[in-house]
C-alpha cells in the first residue's frame, strides 16, 4: 500500500521529531525548531508528510512568494525501514509539482550516495559544493532543479 501525501498537522510533531532523529542524528532539528516550522506554516511553508496510519516520511520546503522564482527544500526523510520503496518518490514527486516553474534547489551530503541518485533521478542536477560544511567535514553538495518548459 502507498501511503496518502498530506500536510503535516501539529498531531504529527512527535512522529516529526521522532523520525527527523532517526534520520540526521545529532543534526537532528530540536523539538523547539520543529515547532517553530509549525508556528511559519503558511502558503510560503509546507510540510508534507508521508502516512500509512504513521509518519513514514516528510519534506520540509519553503516556497517564497512567485516573483522570487526559487524553492528550497529544506528537509526531507524517509523512515529507514521504509527506504527504497518509494515513500521518497512519492515526496519529491508532490514536492516538485508544488514548485511547477520555478527552480528548486537542496543540498544533500556528499556521502548520501541514496539521496543523491534519488533527486538525479528527478532531473537536479550539483551546481555547487560546500567544502566541510556537515561534521566531521563533509561536503555538502548543491543541487537544482528546473522544470523543463
Known sequence: MRPVIRAAVADDLPAL????EVCFGPTAWSEVAWLDEFERLSEDRV???ADDGVVVGYVVLLLPPVALDVVEVLRIAVAPD???TGVGGQLMTVALQRCA???VL???AAGNESAIGLYAGFGFAEISRRR???PGGEDAVI???REEA
Not at 17 to 20: E, F, I, K, M
Open 17 to 20: 521529531v521522532a523520525l527527523d
Open 47 to 49: 510540510v508534507l508528510v
Open 82 to 84: 521504509r527506504r527504497r
Open 101 to 103: 516553474g520555478r527552480t
Open 106 to 108: 537542496l543540498e544533500v
Open 132 to 134: 566541510g560544511y556537515y
Open 143 to 145: 543541487m537544482r532543479w
